[in-house]
């Protein structure tokens, strides 16, 4: 029995001299995960305008001069206008650059350096769709359609905010 005595210390101290050490094993080194894509620097601001066209106004009031429509956009979007031209005669749809005074009537012929964007003419009873990008400038933009003897009883404003 003394001699299972001796083994079995023998056994012991030989386990505790092979698997013990003061210093503690470090962890292992995570791996990084890669980080979330970042958001592009330029987000694309988007709006849709939807557009009525009479004989002879914009929207839903046959006195566009007293009560122009107004549609409201933010500085820089991306515009989509979907026109729809509900009436008789040819309409477009044209933003006219800032601070300036139109003349009557408007010619489109002599006052294109007046326009900052327009759509093409759309036939009557035709619809389309236009994209164009606001200006960056807010304020109010006077709206018209470019049809010769059309302005001003067709008109309206959108405002870039």
Request: net charge negative; aromatic share 6%.
């Amino acid at each position: 029995m003394r001699i299972l005595s001796i083994l079995l210390a023998a056994a012991l101290l030989t386990l505790a001299a092979c698997g013990g050490s003061s210093t503690p094993t470090p962890a292992p080194t995570p791996t990084p995960t890669p980080a979330a894509a970042a958001p592009s620097a330029q987000e694309v601001i988007a709006a849709t305008l939807d557009v009525v066209m009479h004989d002879i106004y914009f929207g839903d009031d046959n006195n566009n001069i007293a009560n122009p429509p107004i549609w409201r956009v933010p500085a820089g979007a991306e515009v989509t206008i979907n026109l729809d031209n509900q009436g008789g005669l040819d309409h477009n749809w044209a933003v006219i650059k800032k601070d300036v005074e139109l003349p009557i009537p408007f010619m489109p012929d002599q006052n294109a350096d007046l326009i900052l964007w327009e759509g093409g003419v759309l036939a009557a009873g035709g619809k389309d769709t236009e994209v164009f990008t606001a200006p960056d400038a807010p304020g109010e933009y006077i709206v018209i359609c470019t049809v010769a003897g059309h302005y001003p009883s067709m008109q309206g404003r959108l405002v870039v905010e």
